[in-house]
């Protein structure tokens, strides 16, 4: 009997997971909550999982490249400043995400339509100058971050690309986070899928060469990783206007609507401030490593920032998850509902990092050892994999924390913290270490968990304060 009901909930199990990636409709301001973040939880992981191997792939097939230091270093130091970007394109799309879940809870399928578009014009128009300015300034940008002479040399070029891709980079975060507030997280996974598996395949042919296919080094990277995700953004277009998606968009809903934009604007600013507090932070540690360090370390340091960041994002995907649930159980009165899921999905994420803690103890060199063949900067990496990693747990549960009041619309809270925690308590600490101390860029690497664990902390007390229900959207 035992065994019968093993199975059938081994069955179930599987159903559940069958249909998350499906993409099937439910409505999640009723019925199981544990069914509900899985139905979310799981498209958005791999989501995330997906927009992190774009670093990765780069990594891997640039980290085999002769002179593998600067090249890496010019890879590394472009995603450090590209982190600005990403924060643009987080807060824009949190603010879509909150918006649009809301009316979905509301049941306003128009009203949502209408916000979802609203939210392109303002993210095309800000993104645009970006690329422009990007492309322009590109070698001042890797000499500004403190890259050397040869770097700059050989990497202008991956520079200037990747900042131009910048109108990609935010259209696909952006629609992804539309999707993701109408419940829809497997149309999400599924563009950044299509736009990985297209890297994949550009990566090895536009940096080796093939056939008629030149060589282009370095810079055929950040071909491959842009044209990736242009196609990505393709397909998220397709479905978004195609009458294919859970946003039904019509022709009417293209009249600008400055009473909306407005509205987003309020909420994506600090959203977008909240995101660039942390990108700031880590850019400044950057150069704080390549200061104390020389190119060897600094490349040791973003070859572990890079496989840390691929593991936390699945966890970021839980946080996507507890966004939408807040978002769509406040639209529906459900503030209970809202105020559970983040709960039940900060338990999930904080078992989930700390097996990944566990997977870093016993396998940093050999995971270190897929991205480079560069053994000092191996002995550097899997360092810093340890001690940052110390603090997965916590990482965890402050990802969801800070997206429950992102999903509420309430970016003001997390904004805040991760002032106080990156400016007031993680680069203080970092210069102090590294400099005062003398023990070097080891002191950056402690910094990182032990404001994070703080920062934590300080959002699960907010969190409690229940003041986040209370936001109009």
């Known amino acids: 009997m035992q065994a019968k009901k093993l199975i059938y909930q ?24 544990r069914r509900a973040i899985i139905m979310l939880a799981i498209p958005m992981i791999l989501e995330m999982s997906m927009e992190s191997v774009f670093a990765l792939d780069d990594l891997f097939f640039v980290g085999h490249l002769p002179n593998a230091e600067h090249t890496l270093q010019s890879v590394s130091l472009t995603e450090s400043v590209l982190s600005i970007v ?43 100058i970006i690329s422009i300015a990007g492309f322009l300034l590109a070698p001042h940008i890797l000499k500004a971050m403190g890259a050397e002479a040869d770097t700059i040399v050989q990497g202008s070029n991956y520079t200037k690309i990747m900042m131009a891709s910048t109108v990609v980079i935010a259209l696909l975060f952006l629609i992804n986070g539309i999707f993701r507030g109408a419940g829809d997280a497997s149309m999400a996974m599924k563009s950044l899928f299509i736009a990985n598996i297209c890297n994949i395949i550009l990566c ?26 242009s196609i990505g953004v393709c397909y998220q277009l397709y479905h978004l206007f195609g009458g294919k998606s859970s946003i039904d968009i019509h022709r009417r809903h293209f009249n600008i609507d400055w009473k909306v934009i407005l509205s987003m604007i309020k909420i994506a600013s600090p959203a977008t401030l909240q995101f660039i507090i942390g990108s700031c932070s880590w850019i400044v540690l950057a150069r704080l490593v390549a200061e104390t360090g020389h190119s060897v370390t600094s490349a040791g340091y973003q070859t572990a920032i890079r496989v840390v960041v691929f593991f936390i ?3 970021w995907g839980l946080a996507n998850a507890a966004a939408t649930l807040v978002g769509q159980n406040l639209g529906a009165q459900q503030w209970q509902r809202a105020e559970e899921s983040v709960i039940k999905t ?51 549960i402050g990802m969801v924390m800070a997206n429950a009041f992102n999903g509420a619309g309430d970016s003001w809270t997390p904004t805040w913290i991760n002032l106080a925690g990156f400016w007031g308590i993680q680069i203080p600490l970092a210069y102090l270490l590294t400099l005062y101390f003398n023990i070097g860029p080891t002191g950056v690497f402690i910094s990182i968990p032990v404001a994070e664990t703080l920062m934590a902390i300080i959002s699960w007390y907010y969190f409690k304060r229940g003041k986040w229900m209370k936001v109009k959207v």
Do not use: C
């Not at 993409?23 to 199981?32: F, L, P």
């Open 346 to 396: 900060a338990k999930y994420s904080g078992i989930f990092m700390g097996m990944v803690s566990l997977i870093f103890l016993f396998g940093a060199y050999p995971i270190i050892g897929f991205f480079t063949n560069d053994e000092a900067v191996k002995i550097i990496a899997v360092k810093a994999l340890l001690i940052i990693a110390s603090g997965y747990v916590f990482y965890g």
């Open 204 to 229: 090895p042919l536009l940096i080796r060469g093939l056939g008629p296919i030149p060589a282009f080094g370095l810079t055929g990277a950040a071909m491959a990783t842009t044209i990736g995700r």
């Open 86 to 128: 990403y924060s643009l394109a987080f807060g824009l799309s949190m603010a879509a995400t909150a918006i649009v879940a809301r009316r979905i809870g509301e049941k306003n399928k128009e009203e949502a339509a209408h916000n979802a578009v609203q939210s392109i014009w303002l993210t095309l128009s800000i993104a645009i």
């Open 10 to 33: 081994r069955k179930n199990i599987l159903t559940l997971i069958g249909q998350s990636i499906k993409g099937v409709e439910m409505d999640y301001t009723k019925g199981s909550l």
């Open 313 to 315: 994002l699945p966890a």
